[in-house]
């Protein structure tokens, strides 16, 4: 933000900016931010993600988008190119090829060029591909960057060819580039991310000037003084925020307490949610949206959605796709509204299909199209096209269907409106801010996380989790939180059907304990409600 | 025409902290009880309780519901002797929505009334808003919803139905409340604000609080129990005249000409809120607002900040000194609970059985308590009881003991003096009527209803 604001006052062009975040949310969150300061008539800088733009690039060139594959869709692809793979071997051969692209080999190995051809032939792309693609252009020259000034976000998570692609973006004597980034929150290791961006950086332009940004305005000085205790040496930010922090650890019988406490904390800092709660409880001036509840594994998320429902606290979790979304599901209903002309029909050229074929379902299409790009044989075979066809079932044809799609539609713009305790995972978190996260679940080997494996009690195959990476993702959800803390573990814990006991995360246990304001759960609370009074 | 007395916001036994035998025919028996006609059916977003009214009423077409059988309501306030009829009792689909969202940097803790013109209305707009959040856990389900956003999904559904704000001025949950509401109404509905025409004034003002406040010149000012108990229904209602009809009522609201009309509201005695005055409970002192600028909201025994109250909020807000009543805004009648009248005769709690005996008795020999406190004639009942005949008397005629509430204290109304009583007691009688020597005095809580000058005269 600041940057920008200096460029701009610099008397730069904001069209020649281009700023580059980790995150779709994060994007808009920094969009919304701008828009708030911008001057009047003067145009945004492009604000987006770095697959945002491949594509918008991809769509330029070939003159239409591509259809993009899920990772879900792109990883059942991998498998019937490879059909001589199963199972670990299937899963280990899919990481590592994936990881490899992203360290920048395009066609690592046969197993890929499989892969690829499977796509090529059914005009299919993935993420990866969109990205590569960029690239080759720019190798080739066929790309030349129109951007003065690039400006990352997170750049520490960035790939390799991630790193080669905004690079590039910026030229080759890396004028006008701009980054940001903190290795202590480097979590994406898994996923291709380069461990020491920095050198890298400097390798390539060693004359880029490098800032240190001790300074910290989002968390109270406690919050920020805990986190910083993981690391040795201890990094010496200086925090801007005065007031107080919050600082809490539980220790409960099981989970069920763990989210009931929760629940109850959550109640308090709304102020209640009925008279009779803001008549007794403390002065609470939270809105549901101010808090966050984040856990280091989605298995942890249905439980407390539960119990936070119960308690009448408006949450939200992440939420799959529905399926009309996919986009060839959408062309196939482009197809039938078309054919049967039915409302809401673009002008665009779809692919022509009989109207007797369209009017028998979803079912008949797939034997007409059968592996007509853009679908091809597995498509019929996914679990998105087998919701098509329950969906036309169950709405009784097409016209249900459609009228059930707009409905959603509607819905999910209004859902997307309402604002809502978040509940997700650490990763889901990075970039956001909260003035008050919850940590619940901070058992060791689930934060540390110790692998699946591990905590269903078998022997540890999927390889030994990365303890600096995991004491990391710790940083970045302590960080998450302007002014109260609330951390909780539980003595017994239901996870993938086996009762665990573990004990409290070597994490937590690292930090200095007498800052913290420590309670443990005996036996169950009871809370009657009582009669409530308007005035 | 015909006179009718709407209640139209009520809880069922769905919503938190309420009487868990709140069912239709609960409700029903306590309505006749009571005398009113029409109804809330409160709660119809929640999925049993929808379910419960399905059951249990029958769709007519004037928009309304009526219970389907008509049973046997004795059952259901079994201290009651005497016939009780639902025979005439209608229903309004009504519900409660509990917003809490961010806005303009605040948080916003809004409670809205939505009312629907038909069951199938009812439903769509239940289905949308099952989508924002969770309906299954409350009667009034909590939805981070922006009220704005309520406001237009209500719109969509039917061009019939509509939204009134919930007691405007409650500190805590309301559009203007001190804790957390807007400062303007358009603040909050923004290009929508023209489609609420009715505002309910809640148990913690009157209308002639809002009549301090031009702004609201223009909105219909209703009155409702916000009932969770039978024993509450109607403590707060409104007064109709002519056609029972949801279109009926929703004209007669936005003030046009039609086969219904509005004539006003039953209230509350506000003072009895105990957030009515500013003050500090620990140190005793309840303030005035114009009392409370002058010392700076400082508490004059401790010099801590003193709790505002909600006559506070309104001068806050407001750019009248002196309540004015706007032209074509009806009147009102401010009354006290039957119960707490008897209460305060007979000298035992409102629960005692003592006090329950009489209660029955009066409704046994008068009819329905509304009647009994606005209309059966003073004579009537010196018939049965001069104190409470005179009881009436004085209440009737704003004659009354405000003990004002504040800072968490509840407020008193009562109708005599503890000597009166105290007299009464010993046989005397002492003098009834105009010839009453009483001084109902320059209590604090109630110099601001009156005209400035007067007011200077008592300052003097």
């Known amino acids: 933000m600041g940057r920008v604001r200096y460029l701009l006052d610099q008397g730069i062009d904001p069209q020649g900016m281009v700023i580059l975040t980790f995150t779709r949310k994060a994007a808009r969150e920094l969009k919304e931010r701008l828009e708030q300061s911008w001057p009047q008539g003067v145009a945004l800088p492009k604000v987006d993600t770095i697959h945002a733009l491949a594509l918008e690039y991809w769509t330029q060139v070939m003159g239409e988008a591509p259809t993009i594959l899920s990772e879900e869709s792109a990883r059942k692809l991998f498998a019937v190119a490879n059909p001589q793979l199963h199972g670990k071997a299937l899963k280990l051969a899919w990481d590592e090829q994936a990881l490899a692209r992203e360290r920048g080999l395009r066609i690592p190995n046969s197993l890929t060029q499989n892969f690829l051809d499977y796509k090529a032939r059914f005009n299919l792309v993935d993420y990866t591909d969109l990205l590569e693609f960029w690239m080759e252009h720019v190798e080739l020259g066929q790309y030349v960057t129109t951007y003065n000034h690039v400006l990352v976000d997170e750049v520490q998570d960035l790939s390799l060819l991630q790193l080669h692609l905004v690079t590039s973006l910026a030229g080759k004597t890396g004028h006008g580039f701009f980054a940001i980034g903190d290795p202590n929150q480097a979590i994406y290791a898994f996923r291709g991310a380069v461990h020491d961006i920095e050198t890298m950086l400097l390798q390539q332009w060693p004359e880029t000037k490098r800032i240190h940004l001790l300074d910290n305005y989002r968390s109270s000085k406690g919050i920020l003084d805990l986190s910083m205790e993981l690391f040795s040496p201890r990094p010496m930010l200086v925090a801007h925020v005065e007031q107080r922090a919050v600082l809490a650890l539980l220790k409960a019988q099981n989970a069920l307490q763990e989210a009931q406490w929760i629940g109850t904390k959550i109640l308090e800092l709304l102020g209640g949610t009925s008279h009779w709660q803001a008549d007794h409880g403390q002065e609470g001036a939270l809105s549901p949206g101010d808090i966050a509840v984040l856990v280091r594994l989605k298995a942890l998320i249905p439980p407390l959605a539960k119990i936070l429902h119960e308690h009448g606290i408006p949450v939200s979790v992440p939420e799959e796709e529905p399926f009309f979304v996919d986009a060839r599901i959408a062309l196939i209903l482009r197809i039938a509204n078309h054919v049967l002309g039915l409302p809401d029909t673009p002008g665009e050229d779809i692919p022509s299909c009989p109207e007797h074929i369209v009017e028998k379902g979803p079912l008949a299409m797939a034997v007409y199209f059968s592996a007509t790009p853009p679908f091809d044989e597995l498509f019929w075979k996914s679990s998105v096209f087998s919701d098509l066809v329950k969906a036309f079932q169950s709405f009784g044809g097409w016209k249900g269907l459609m009228n059930m799609v707009r409905l959603e539609t509607d819905l999910c713009a209004i859902r997307s409106k309402a604002q809502k305790v978040q509940i997700m995972t650490l990763h889901g978190a990075k970039g956001l801010e909260f003035d008050t996260v919850f940590l619940p679940g901070l058992e060791e080997g689930i934060l540390p996380f110790a692998g699946i494996d591990m905590l269903l009690g078998k022997l540890a195959e999927d390889g030994i989790p990365d303890m600096d990476e995991e004491r990391r993702l710790f940083y970045v959800g302590l960080t998450r939180a302007k002014h109260r803390l609330f951390m909780s573990h539980c003595v017994h814990r239901k996870i993938f059907g086996r009762s665990l006991k573990l004990g409290l995360s070597s994490f937590v246990r690292q930090l200095p304990q007498d800052v913290l304001q420590k309670s443990t759960f005996k036996q169950h609370v009871h809370r009657s409600e009582r009669q409530l009074s308007l005035f | ?460």
């Open chain 2, 1 to 460: 025409m015909q006179n009718f007395i709407a209640d139209l916001h009520i809880h069922s036994k769905f919503s938190r902290a309420t009487s868990k035998n709140l069912t239709s025919h609960n409700l029903a028996a306590w309505a006749a009880v009571k005398g009113i006609s029409l109804l809330a059916t409160g709660d119809f977003t929640h999925p049993q309780w929808m379910e419960h009214i399905q059951r249990e009423l029958e769709q007519e077409e004037t928009g309304l519901l009526r219970l389907k059988h008509n049973p046997h309501l004795e059952q259901e306030v079994p201290w009651f002797t005497g016939q009780l009829s639902a025979e005439n009792l209608r229903f309004i689909l009504c519900t409660e929505i509990s917003s809490i969202y961010k806005k303009g940097g605040k948080v916003r803790k809004i409670h809205n009334l939505v009312f629907m013109p038909h069951l199938d209305a009812a439903q769509r707009f239940t289905s949308r808003l099952g989508a924002v959040g969770n309906l299954h856990s409350d009667g009034r389900p909590i939805l981070g919803l922006d009220a704005r956003n309520l406001l237009e999904m209500v719109l969509e559904t039917d061009p019939q139905a509509f939204v009134v704000p919930a007691h405007i001025w409650t500190p805590w949950f309301s559009l203007f409340g001190s804790k957390s509401g807007f400062d303007r109404l358009e603040d909050c509905f923004e290009d929508l604000s023209s489609e609420i025409f009715a505002l309910e004034t809640g148990l913690s003002s009157d209308p002639e609080m809002n009549w301090l406040w031009s702004a609201l010149d223009h909105f219909t000012l209703i009155s409702n129990s916000d009932a969770h108990s039978g024993e509450k229904l109607g403590r707060e209602a409104n007064v109709f005249s002519g056609e029972m009809s949801f279109s009926g009522v929703r004209s007669a609201l936005q003030r046009k000409k039609c086969a219904t009309n509005f004539l006003g509201t039953i209230e509350f005695y506000p003072e009895e809120g105990k957030y009515f005055l500013d003050g500090h409970r620990k140190c005793n002192v309840a303030l005035e607002p114009l009392d409370t600028i002058k010392v700076q909201g400082l508490c004059p025994e401790c010099g801590k900040q003193l709790t505002r109250g909600v006559l506070s909020r309104i001068f806050e807000l407001s750019d009248r000194q002196v309540p004015i009543q706007p032209e074509n805004q009806p009147h009102f009648s401010s009354l006290v609970p039957l119960i707490e009248i008897v209460s305060e005769i007979v000298g035992t709690g409102p629960k005692a059985k003592k006090t329950l005996t009489m209660y029955e008795q009066l409704l046994r020999d008068f009819g329905p308590e509304l009647d009994i406190l606005r209309i059966t004639p003073v004579e009537e009942l010196q018939k049965s009881s001069k104190i409470l005949a005179e009881s009436i008397r004085r209440m009737r005629q704003g004659q009354v003991f405000r003990h004002s509430g504040y800072d968490g204290e509840y407020g008193r109304i009562s109708m005599f003096t503890p000597q009166e009583l105290q007299e009464f007691k010993h046989g005397r009688m002492f003098s009834f009527g105009k010839n009453s020597t009483t001084d109902f005095g320059d209590e604090v809580g109630l110099r601001w209803r009156r005209p400035v000058t007067e007011r200077d005269k008592t300052e003097r």
